[in-house]
């Protein structure tokens, strides 16, 4: 081949190539090897795929499984009756029935006397998910307690109690769960939620909660954000992947909008007519790169503006500095139908199901990232009725919004609008700043190398068997020092 440097620049130029597998090879090996340096001789329980309480469950269920659900718990149990400690991660877009996979692993679980920790991002998010878990599971006699960062602390000393003594079966939290003071008698399964951007180190940390019995507990970590599979080949390679690609049946596409606020008459006319009709609908304000107390103004003065605006529509507020009980209050009368409009901050971005919720009005729709904005949609079309999303924008576009907002109007597939948000933002940003030193490459690009991308796993199998002796001064070569993965 030609080698001047023109051509070698080229990045179809075999030395191009070249350099490109050794780096890709580089983060592969260095994520590999920190997975098996921290669980190298380590065991876990062995769960056995019981049927009983599972069964019970499902029976209690008011639909069937799709085929994409069955087909990843199927992957779960087989980790799970593995001595090998899990660490899997379970991608499923909107509204693909993530819960209810972990749900079943956590029967499974409690059904061997072993406990189960459920981890969520915020207070809300853990309040909502100890809703769901506890009416699914306390009927079928599974013991549930929750363990936030708020608790008055005579209560939390009786949940650290029954944590330690064994009495309860599954424990759901923030990062509370994991302070040193939470004491567990068999934690067997930790599960986390919306917290795949822990770099490497921190998804390999939680073990320690296991450890005082010998045994290192499983980990199934779920997330709502599809990643595109040349970005999970690499930056999670530690992990087995599983993933929920089908919609359960019924599931309306929403209908996504994109209109200047100068419109915004009209906005308030369209929710007047969906909230006469008996339909809910979310109002969402959002203010990136503000701080939390701004955007929680912006959506005080919106609920009181709107109040104006239609004063025979019921509306209620919930922000991320309102006190827990608050939040409760807000969420749980929309849940029931009691409020027509919620005004919220992006704090509902997850977890929250109102399937008769209809209409979602995103305010400043061009300041955020396509992965939120379609985590936001995904509140609206949980149901069979038709739903429909307004993508509220200041003029004038930067080109990137725009085609953001484009690409929102075209598709509600989740995956295809990850590998779009690659592509426009690249991986860095994607997994977020705790993870973006893990994906900073020199000359890769996941975009471009995407079929070398492919032939990764296998070259470093190879390697690992039969020349073992290269991986350190290769991983050196192009990261030097490998805690940068995941290291906050």
Same mark, same amino acid.
């Given at each position: 081949?030609?080698?001047?440097?023109?051509?070698?620049?080229?990045?179809?130029?075999?030395?191009?190539?070249?350099?490109?597998?050794?780096?890709?090879?580089?983060?592969?090996?260095?994520?590999?090897?920190?997975?098996?340096?921290?669980?190298?001789?380590?065991?876990?329980?062995?769960?056995?795929?019981?049927?009983?309480?599972?069964?019970?469950?499902?029976?209690?269920?008011?639909?069937?499984? !799709?085929?994409?659900?069955?087909?990843?718990?199927?992957?779960?149990?087989?980790?799970?009756?593995?001595?090998?400690?899990?660490?899997?991660?379970?991608?499923?877009?909107?509204?693909?029935?993530?819960?209810?996979?972990?749900?079943?692993?956590?029967?499974?679980?409690?059904?061997?006397?072993?406990?189960?920790?459920?981890?969520?991002? !915020? /207070?809300?998010?853990?309040?909502?998910?100890?809703?769901?878990?506890?009416?699914?599971?306390?009927?079928?006699?599974?013991?549930?307690?929750?363990?936030?960062?708020?608790?008055?602390?005579? /209560?939390?000393?009786?949940?650290?109690?029954?944590?330690?003594?064994?009495?309860?079966?599954?424990?759901?939290?923030?990062?509370?769960?994991?302070?040193?003071?939470?004491?567990?008698?068999?934690?067997?399964?930790?599960?986390?939620?919306?917290?795949?951007?822990?770099?490497?180190?921190?998804?390999?940390?939680?073990?320690?909660?296991?450890?005082? %019995?010998?045994?290192?507990?499983?980990?199934?970590?779920?997330?709502?954000?599809?990643?595109?599979?040349?970005?999970?080949?690499?930056?999670?390679?530690? @992990?087995?992947?599983?993933?929920?690609?089908?919609?359960?049946?019924?599931?309306?596409?929403?209908?996504?909008?994109?209109?200047?606020?100068?419109?915004?008459?009209?906005?308030?006319?369209?929710?007047?007519?969906?909230?006469?009709?008996?339909?809910?609908?979310?109002?969402?304000?959002?203010?990136?790169?503000?701080?939390?107390?701004? /955007?929680?103004?912006?959506?005080?003065?919106?609920? !009181?503006?709107?109040?104006?605006?239609?004063?025979?529509?019921?509306?209620?507020?919930?922000?991320?500095?309102?006190?827990?009980?608050?939040?409760?209050?807000?969420?749980?009368?929309?849940?029931?139908?009691?409020?027509?409009?919620?005004?919220?901050?992006?704090?509902?971005?997850?977890?929250?199901?109102?399937?008769?919720?209809?209409?979602?009005?995103?305010?400043?729709?061009?300041?955020?990232?396509?992965?939120?904005?379609?985590?936001?949609?995904?509140?609206?079309?949980?149901?069979?009725?038709?739903?429909?999303?307004?993508?509220?924008?200041?003029?004038?576009?930067?080109?990137?919004?725009?085609?953001?907002?484009?690409? @929102?109007?075209?598709?509600?597939?989740?995956?295809?609008?990850?590998?779009?948000?690659?592509?426009?933002?690249?991986?860095?940003?994607?997994?977020?700043?705790?993870?973006?030193?893990?994906?900073?490459?020199?000359?890769?690009?996941?975009?471009?190398?995407?079929?070398?991308?492919?032939?990764?796993?296998?070259?470093?199998?190879?390697?690992?068997?039969?020349?073992?002796?290269?991986?350190?001064?290769?991983? %050196?070569?192009?990261?030097?020092?490998?805690?940068?993965?995941?290291?906050?």
């Amino acid at each position: 081949p030609d080698t001047s440097l023109p051509h070698m620049l080229d990045s179809n130029h075999p030395a191009n190539k070249r350099v490109v597998i050794e780096e890709l090879l580089a983060h592969h090996l260095a994520i590999t090897s920190l997975k098996e340096a921290v669980i190298s001789g380590e065991s876990s329980f062995t769960i056995a795929d019981n049927h009983n309480l599972h069964q019970k469950f499902l029976n209690s269920l008011h639909f069937d499984l !799709t085929n994409a659900q069955k087909k990843v718990i199927a992957e779960i149990n087989h980790n799970l009756q593995s001595t090998t400690p899990m660490l899997r991660l379970v991608q499923g877009d909107v509204g693909s029935g993530k819960t209810v996979v972990a749900a079943i692993a956590a029967c499974n679980v409690v059904e061997q006397g072993l406990q189960v920790a459920i981890m969520a991002p !915020t /207070e809300l998010l853990a309040e909502q998910h100890y809703r769901n878990f506890r009416n699914w599971l306390e009927p079928l006699g599974i013991k549930l307690l929750s363990l936030t960062g708020k608790m008055k602390k005579s /209560e939390r000393n009786q949940n650290l109690s029954d944590i330690y003594s064994g009495k309860c079966n599954i424990i759901i939290g923030t990062h509370a769960l994991f302070q040193d003071d939470v004491k567990y008698k068999n934690l067997a399964l930790v599960i986390v939620d919306e917290q795949h951007r822990f770099g490497v180190h921190q998804r390999l940390s939680l073990k320690k909660k296991g450890e005082d %019995n010998g045994k290192l507990p499983h980990q199934l970590i779920m997330t709502a954000t599809p990643i595109p599979r040349t970005l999970s080949m690499i930056a999670y390679a530690d @992990m087995d992947v599983s993933i929920i690609d089908e919609l359960p049946p019924g599931r309306t596409p929403v209908k996504t909008v994109a209109i200047p606020d100068s419109r915004r008459d009209e906005i308030i006319e369209r929710i007047k007519i969906a909230c006469s009709s008996g339909k809910q609908v979310y109002w969402v304000c959002t203010m990136i790169g503000e701080s939390e107390k701004i /955007e929680c103004q912006a959506a005080e003065e919106t609920f !009181t503006n709107l109040q104006q605006l239609m004063p025979d529509i019921s509306i209620d507020l919930v922000h991320g500095r309102m006190k827990a009980d608050e939040k409760e209050k807000a969420l749980s009368g929309f849940s029931k139908n009691k409020t027509q409009l919620l005004v919220a901050t992006t704090v509902i971005e997850v977890g929250v199901d109102v399937p008769n919720a209809s209409l979602m009005i995103i305010e400043n729709s061009e300041r955020l990232g396509l992965a939120q904005l379609h985590q936001l949609r995904g509140r609206v079309g949980r149901g069979a009725v038709e739903s429909s999303c307004a993508l509220l924008y200041k003029a004038p576009l930067t080109n990137v919004a725009r085609s953001r907002l484009g690409i @929102m109007r075209e598709t509600n597939d989740g995956f295809k609008i990850a590998r779009k948000d690659l592509e426009l933002r690249g991986p860095g940003e994607v997994l977020g700043t705790r993870q973006a030193g893990a994906i900073d490459f020199h000359v890769a690009d996941l975009n471009r190398d995407k079929k070398l991308i492919e032939l990764i796993p296998a070259i470093s199998g190879q390697i690992k068997r039969q020349q073992p002796d290269i991986i350190p001064p290769l991983i %050196n070569r192009w990261l030097g020092d490998t805690k940068k993965y995941g290291d906050v």
